[in-house]
DNA sequence: TCGTCTGTTTAGGTGTCACTTTACACTCGA
DNA sequence: TCGAGTGTAAAGTGACACCTAAACAGACGA
């Protein structure tokens, strides 16, 4: 569950109330219940499954896929990209391990004029 | 699920004959039991765990991420290195969508240069 | 002090995943 | 014909994901 970062919970919680949301208010958006949501938000309860998890980075003005990652997941959009061609995109992953953010929005870019073509 | 591959019991029912590998040994192998590794190989029950894929993979000589692939899924570390930089790997992976292997092979090999820096 | 907010506690509940155990049926060589 | 190997059918299990409803407790304004 990767510890060191911020808990998925606490976070979402500190950002709603920046935002005065009730968490009632929140919940009813997000489509679960109150309880719920408190347990989660006091990260009794894991992350909620990942549609909620994008409604909430909606609500709270997020990055979904930051959000997914906060909460342990990879955006399944993301996982059938890979699935398409697992050697290659494997291949590249492990490469592409712990680059810097310049370096990898360098290589998105690359992808982008490649597809271009 | 992603039809018009191959399925993935079928798979390696195949490959396993083809290695004149028995059922049961196999299964102790990888360490389930032989009627388990049964309904699987005759895609009654969804592929197994991870762990499970690799060991398959091993034993009929398949690219391990390949099997997991037909087995709808991703390693976990790939999912990690994902998760570390969430944003630019999946933007990253957005613009890849659709591109040919040689092209993603070009990337990889950037990568790895990058790194390597 | 009443109603109405706020969040929380308690006590579940259902479904899916990833398997297992037990028992069975067939084939084939000795 | 037996026993040793092949694969299979039926049923069950433990853990975990993903939630819910009902009741409660404290603050706050009218």
Partial sequence: ?????????AFIRREREAKEIGLREMAKKIGVSPTYLSKVERDEF???AEDKVRKIAGIIG???DE?????????????DIIRERPREMADFLR????????????????????KDK
């Fill in 95 to 114: 490469a592409a391990k712990g680059l810097t953010a310049e370096d990898m929005a360098r290589l998105a870019r690359q992808a982008q004029k490649a």
């Fill in 46 to 48: 894991p992350p909620p």
């Fill in 1 to 9: 569950m990767k510890a060191g970062r911020e808990k998925f919970g």
């Fill in 62 to 64: 997020q990055d979904a």
């Fill in 67 to 79: 959000l997914l990652a906060m909460a342990g997941r990879v955006a399944s959009e993301l996982t």
